[in-house]
């Protein structure tokens, strides 16, 4: 729910609402909570419940350099590892990403976009890879969250995906680890110098 934008950065978890939507007690759902704060989503406050965590301008630029290491991996490993199945997945969220571009349905794109990233991490067979590559994305709270931080055009993330997927049926190790770097590069010079996600949501909200 945080990734997909139903909270926004700084505003409290309603853990009341929540038992009572998933039918658990406060147990289970503040047992959730401690794992989403170890992963960063969420800052615990002694007396004041949960709040989503605000990720700086500083914090998504220092995620940086690891992240172009990974996805670097990433294009070898599912070059190597992936197969005809996977390149149909990557192809049906690519046309599922068009589809609701024409229907301006942001969160269809967002949830396209996500389908390639897991699509690739499931190509590459490592599970070890695997956490460590979903951890790094998490921790940045991607898709919704990062989409509207980074105001990156529609037309813009429908071509980076476009070209991850061409590279990945022809397996060229190369030209997907290039389409991975130039499509995070063109995410991280989007994102507004200093801003903070919360104030680029509100920004983007009056838009």
């Excluded at 406050?45 to 990974?70: H, K, W």
């Excluded at 997945?89 to 269809?108: I, P, R, T």
Aim: charged fraction near 25%.
């Amino acid at each position: 729910m945080i990734i997909d934008g139903q909270f926004d950065p700084g505003e409290k978890i309603p853990e009341k609402q929540l038992c009572v939507q998933f039918d658990v007690s406060r147990t289970p759902l503040r047992e959730a909570l401690k794992v989403l704060a170890a992963e960063g989503l969420v800052e615990l406050t002694p007396n004041r419940g949960a709040m989503v965590s605000i990720l700086t301008y500083e914090d998504f630029q220092d995620c940086r350099p690891i992240t172009y290491t990974l996805m670097a991996q990433c294009a070898d490993l599912a070059c190597e590892h992936g197969d005809g199945a996977h390149v149909e997945l990557l192809q049906s969220a690519l046309e599922d990403m068009v589809d609701a571009k024409f229907s301006d349905d942001l969160s269809g794109m967002v949830a396209a976009s996500r389908q390639i990233r897991e699509t690739l991490s499931n190509a590459a067979h490592s599970p070890l890879f695997k956490r460590i590559f979903e951890a790094l994305f998490f921790r940045m709270c991607w898709n919704l969250l990062v989409f509207r931080l980074a105001g990156l055009a529609p037309e813009q993330l429908i071509a980076d995906s476009r070209a991850i997927v061409e590279a990945m049926r022809e397996r060229n190790k190369d030209a997907l680890s290039k389409a991975l770097h130039d499509h995070l590069s063109n995410v991280f010079e989007a994102c507004p110098d200093g801003r903070l996600p919360c104030e680029i949501t509100r920004m983007v909200s009056k838009d």
